[in-house]
């Protein structure tokens, strides 16, 4: 069976990836599986750039084929902010965030509230190539927070298709139709691909 290392110090991510990927015949396993506690810099102005330092870091550091995932929120009326800020943005994190984001967007009307969460996948495989795969999901910044489920900007994320913010979608429904659901289906192909063609394995 395939090892792959999820290659995330978040415990929401982690979570969404495992159940994502469940069933699919693939060995994965964690940072914290492996002891690692080493931290990535990133340092890249987009997702991509951000996805590939931390994947290809951690495939060097472990010899193991690595899946890592930049991600973030992207506001319209904000310019697109937090984006690659996102884990950081206002320099709070949990639900100071929250407060953060809403305080940005006061006086902002609904129809102007039009944001997504972007995913980019980086799959470092250890002959040195690495792949992308992306995942988009629209919504719109609520007005207060709703609902215990997901993680980070979750509660403040409304989705018009489902009629309530991420937070209140069972895991499962939010792993059907997340912008991390999406990047992870499009890399599976890719590791199925890769796998069938022998590159998976490392020395
Ligand atoms: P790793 O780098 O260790 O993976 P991180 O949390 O620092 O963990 P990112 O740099 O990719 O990861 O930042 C992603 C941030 O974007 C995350 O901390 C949340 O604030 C937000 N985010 C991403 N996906 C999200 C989701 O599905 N639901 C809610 N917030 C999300």
New binding site residues.
Partial sequence: MTRLLI????R??AR?FAAIFDGLGLDLCTLDDLGVTA??E?TGAT?AE?ARL?AEAYMRLTKLPTL??????EVAVLQGA?G?Y????GGVTGAA?LDYLLKQMEGVPFHERLAR?V?VVALARCDGETAFAEGILPGVIEFAPRGSG?????PL?YVLDEDCT?AELTPER?NAI???AMAARKAQAILARWQAEGHLACQ
């Fill in positions: 290659a995330t110090h978040n929401g991510k969404e931290e990535v990133e997702f951000n931390k890592a995932d930049d991600s973030g929120l937090p690659v996102s884990a950081r943005y965030q969460f995913c997901g993680f980070g900007y979750d994320f991420l939010k997340s912008h991390r």
